[in-house]
């Protein structure tokens, strides 16, 4: 018998024990206890549709595993659906694949091959940003993240621009290229987007990609920390930005020491767009649109 078919007459064979079992003990506590009858009493139309191979119906039954915890059926489910392209089951199996639910295996390659199978189907910057991101986060694999990063990037996506702007930065997954770092890095900071904010604190330090520049790098960093938050936060503090704003006063500071609380005062009541127009009147720089 073929695996698939075994499939089906195991669920099949469950479906009619449980029903057995109702007839004996009662409805509500089989309600309680297994997915299998909820199915049978909200939609056994769908269930019946997803054991002759419809798509939609077998995304429908997985999601009834899922909700109920049940993730070892759930999966066989959702995968049978997604086998056939179904995009509901693809992020669902995609999740459950990165997270290793219950009865799971962790498998970010799966996962990740997943979501860029959602992108192939809408083609949207939203979900060339989930793949990218998983590409990216958890599997480090910089080189299949670059391409997805650059549709969402086109799309709007701060953090993306952000994280596009840091592949460039250290040469991860593609070559090493300041000016296109920097570009990103800058798209992103006229959204407000800290970690960005921060990264063209670092450039301007050190003269990469743009002029070398401690006063915009002490008003970038002072951006940066003004409007952090959240996720933004976190990835502060895992590049030391403490450490580094510290040093970046040190450098500019001493010369200006009336500037800190003008600067604080200023990046608190504007954009981060307002504060790179303000950088750029005072150190010229020409924004070029990487090819």
Do not use: M
């Given at each position: 018998m073929a695996a698939n078919d075994s499939g089906k007459t195991i669920a099949v064979l469950a479906l009619v024990g449980i029903l057995g079992a109702g007839a004996f003990m009662g409805n509500s506590w089989l309600n309680a206890?297994?997915?299998?009858?909820?199915?049978?009493?909200?939609?056994?139309?769908?269930?019946?549709?997803?054991?002759?191979?419809?798509?939609?119906?077998?995304?429908?039954?997985?999601?009834?595993?899922?909700?109920?915890?049940?993730?070892?059926?759930?999966?066989?489910?959702?995968?049978?659906s997604a086998d056939q392209g179904n995009a509901q089951a693809l992020s669902e199996t995609a999740m459950a694949y990165l997270d290793g639910r219950d009865g799971v295996p962790k498998d970010a390659n799966h996962a990740c091959r997943n979501l860029e199978k959602v992108y192939d189907l809408h083609k949207d910057a939203a979900n060339a940003a989930n793949a990218g991101f998983c590409y990216d986060e958890n599997m480090q694999a910089f080189a299949q993240a670059l391409p997805f990063y650059k549709i969402a990037a086109q799309g709007g996506n701060n953090t993306v621009?952000?994280?596009?702007?840091?592949?460039?930065?250290?040469?991860?997954?593609?070559?090493?290229?300041?000016?296109?770092?920097?570009?990103?890095?800058?798209?992103?900071?006229?959204?407000?987007n800290a970690p960005a904010l921060y990264s063209l604190a670092l450039m301007y330090m050190q003269g990469h990609g743009?002029?070398?520049?401690?006063?915009?790098?002490?008003?970038?960093?002072?951006?940066?920390?003004?409007?952090?938050?959240?996720?933004?936060?976190?990835?502060?503090?895992?590049?030391?930005?403490?450490?580094?704003?510290?040093?970046?006063e040190t450098a500019y500071l001493p010369n200006a020491p009336k500037a800190k609380a003008e600067v604080e005062q200023y990046v608190k009541s504007h954009s981060g767009e307002e504060t790179l127009a303000l950088i750029d009147s005072r150190v010229p720089y020409t924004e070029t649109v990487p090819e």
């Open positions: 206890q297994h997915a299998d009858y909820n199915i049978l009493l909200n939609d056994f139309g769908a269930f019946r549709s997803a054991l002759s191979g419809d798509a939609e119906a077998q995304y429908t039954v997985g999601k009834f595993y899922a909700d109920a915890g049940e993730w070892q059926n759930a999966i066989f489910w959702l995968n049978k621009r952000y994280k596009l702007g840091r592949l460039y930065d250290l040469g991860q997954g593609t070559d090493q290229n300041y000016d296109t770092a920097a570009y990103w890095y800058r798209q992103a900071a006229k959204g407000n743009v002029p070398k520049s401690p006063f915009a790098a002490y008003v970038l960093a002072k951006s940066a920390q003004a409007k952090q938050s959240g996720n933004d936060a976190n990835e502060l503090a895992r590049r030391n930005f403490d450490g580094k704003l510290s040093e970046i």
